[in-house]
């Protein structure tokens, strides 16, 4: 649901491929010009799998779980499962296995829009059969749950909608497939 305020008059101050800043009765708002998704990765139901991707803006790479811009000619779950081929070089044919989730609001002070999350758990053998990764990634690997938590308190992780993720994981089932 669009709030009210949101919905009106706006002015595009800013707009690319990727994104829109509208301005709004003196206020910055940002929209994503499309859908973006998340893919909670787990390994045989006891390992994450993340993505090291390169941020140019913090002229480093980080840990992440897959995730992306869903084009406007595809579903949010063709999307998703586009993007963690693209990511991964894991093909996921049947789409039942992509889990929906409750969606992230990612910084409700500037986005109206909410990330849609999915999970996803691949056998250890698609992860050790997978193809190349686009080259946005400079890395595909798989965690133990416990060392996930030691990076995150070294501050290895520390992309928001990926620890918020991995807290839904440790505190409810919502996000596990029991299967």
């Known amino acids: 649901m669009v709030s009210n305020f949101l919905q009106g008059d706006a002015m595009i101050a800013y707009q690319n491929p990727y994104f829109s800043v509208k301005l709004i009765e003196n206020y910055y708002s940002i929209d994503f010009n499309n859908e973006q998704a998340i893919i909670m990765t787990t ?3 006891k390992n994450f799998l993340f993505v090291k991707v390169k941020r140019n803006l913090l002229d480093a ?3 992440e779980f897959p995730s992306g811009s869903i084009n406007s000619n595809e579903s949010i779950i063709d999307g998703a499962l586009r993007e963690f081929r693209e990511e991964t070089g894991i093909i996921i044919k049947d789409k039942t296995r992509l889990k929906t989730c409750t969606p992230l ?8 829009q909410k990330l849609n999350v999915f999970s996803l758990n691949v056998s250890g053998n698609e992860f050790l059969n997978r193809k190349d990764h686009d080259n946005e990634i400079d890395d595909v690997f798989v965690l133990p749950f416990k060392e996930t938590l030691k990076l995150i308190n070294n501050e290895e992780i520390y992309v928001m909608g990926t620890l918020s993720l991995i807290l839904k994981y440790f505190t409810t089932k ?5 299967s």
């Open 43 to 45: 390994v045989e139901h």
């Open 61 to 63: 790479s980080t840990i």
């Open 105 to 112: 609001s990612v910084m409700p002070s500037r986005f109206s």
């Open 174 to 178: 919502e996000i596990i497939d029991a």
